[in-house]
């Protein structure tokens, strides 16, 4: 049996990941600092990543690592980014592991809208700056001693998740019969489903002795303009709701005192700009209907938040996207 160990195992990717491992046979250790999660078939081993000492605890069986951590959205600076991965790596160093991590397309600038593996990053924000250097610390430990393979993602989301754009931007005011979208409807965006997200990691898990020492997929997940979205959306809901625009004015407003918001509000661009990833490899790696149907998986994430009596009512019709 291969042994995986998931750094951020209560975190939303880290979830995900873990039972993709699971159904696939593996052993699974989740490394946290609580288990929050709590997850069936998952060891857990209590640890702060802080401390190298505890993560070589917790990865000592693993034949792959998995680094889902993620700091608060407006804790990324002053160094803090960089210098959690740095001790994820001073754990690794020279152990002859897969340590495979979850990268963004925050890399990338705002009017490239292809993203290949081969893509130039030109760093649009200072968030993409960070995750760049990153990569680099990344690649630099792949020459010494640690495989590294990187699956870069879109915006994800899945049944259950908090704080993604499904619960905190469209749906937020579900309540009050209404949807939220985010830029111009006529607008592409790419998504990524956690659920298959999850078994595109074990797929390239299984593979991991035919790739490089430094690897970069990019998953291509599906790419919806708003108005498909808005209809996958409505697909899910018992009743009709109302298509209302996020009142971004109001937004900016609560920013300044919102550290969060503010944050979130600088990544604007993802949203005006369509950018699609795209990986004839990793295409061909996953094979033909990958993926879960993109109305299935809306539908799936929508009902998740809805209440009991919203739940038992049959979806009114399947988006497809």
């Known amino acids: 049996m291969q042994t995986v160990t998931i750094l951020g195992i209560?975190?939303?990717?880290?979830?995900?990941?873990?039972?993709?491992?699971?159904?696939?046979?593996?052993?699974?250790?989740?490394?946290?600092?609580?288990?929050?999660?709590?997850?069936?078939?998952?060891?857990?081993?209590?640890?702060?990543?802080?401390?190298?000492?505890?993560?070589?605890?917790?990865?000592?069986?693993?034949?792959?690592?998995?680094n889902a951590l993620n700091l608060p959205y407006d804790k990324w600076d002053k160094g803090r980014a960089e210098a959690q991965l740095a001790k994820v790596l001073e754990a690794l160093k020279g152990s002859n592991k897969t340590l495979m991590?979850?990268?963004?397309?925050?890399?990338?600038?705002?009017?490239?809208?292809?993203?290949?593996?081969?893509?130039?990053?030109?760093?649009?924000?200072?968030?993409?700056?960070?995750?760049?250097?990153?990569?680099?610390?990344?690649?630099?430990?792949?020459?010494?001693?640690?495989?590294?393979?990187?699956?870069?993602?879109?915006?994800?989301?899945?049944?259950?998740?908090?704080?993604?754009?499904?619960d905190l931007a469209i749906l937020s005011r579900l309540k009050s019969g209404v949807i939220q979208h985010i830029g111009d409807l006529s607008t592409g965006h790419s998504w990524a489903y956690l659920p298959d997200v999850g078994r595109a990691f074990v797929k390239i898990a299984d593979v991991r002795s035919e790739l490089p020492t430094f690897k970069n997929f990019h998953y291509a997940g599906h790419f919806a303009t708003g108005h498909q979205t808005m209809a996958a959306v409505q697909a899910a809901l018992p009743t009709q709701a109302k298509v209302k625009p996020i009142p971004l004015g109001l937004m900016k407003l609560i920013g300044l005192f919102v550290p969060i918001l503010r944050e979130v509000l600088k990544m604007q661009y993802l949203w005006d700009q369509p950018h699609r990833l795209e990986d004839n490899e990793l295409d061909v790696l996953l094979g033909a209907d990958f993926k879960t149907p993109y109305g299935e998986a809306v539908a799936a994430t929508v009902r998740s938040y809805l209440p009991e009596e919203g739940k038992m009512a049959a979806p009114r019709q399947v988006a497809r996207a």
């Open 10 to 66: 209560n975190g939303r990717i880290g979830q995900e990941v873990a039972k993709a491992f699971v159904a696939s046979k593996w052993r699974v250790i989740g490394m946290g600092r609580g288990n929050r999660a709590n997850l069936k078939g998952v060891e857990f081993v209590e640890g702060d990543v802080s401390f190298p000492e505890q993560t070589r605890v917790a990865i000592a069986d693993a034949d792959v690592v998995v």
């Open 101 to 166: 991590f979850p990268g963004n397309i925050y890399n990338y600038a705002e009017k490239q809208h292809i993203l290949r593996p081969d893509t130039p990053q030109n760093p649009h924000r200072d968030k993409g700056e960070i995750r760049k250097r990153m990569e680099n610390q990344l690649r630099i430990a792949s020459e010494q001693g640690l495989q590294v393979i990187i699956l870069r993602l879109a915006d994800f989301y899945a049944p259950h998740a908090v704080e993604t754009n499904f």
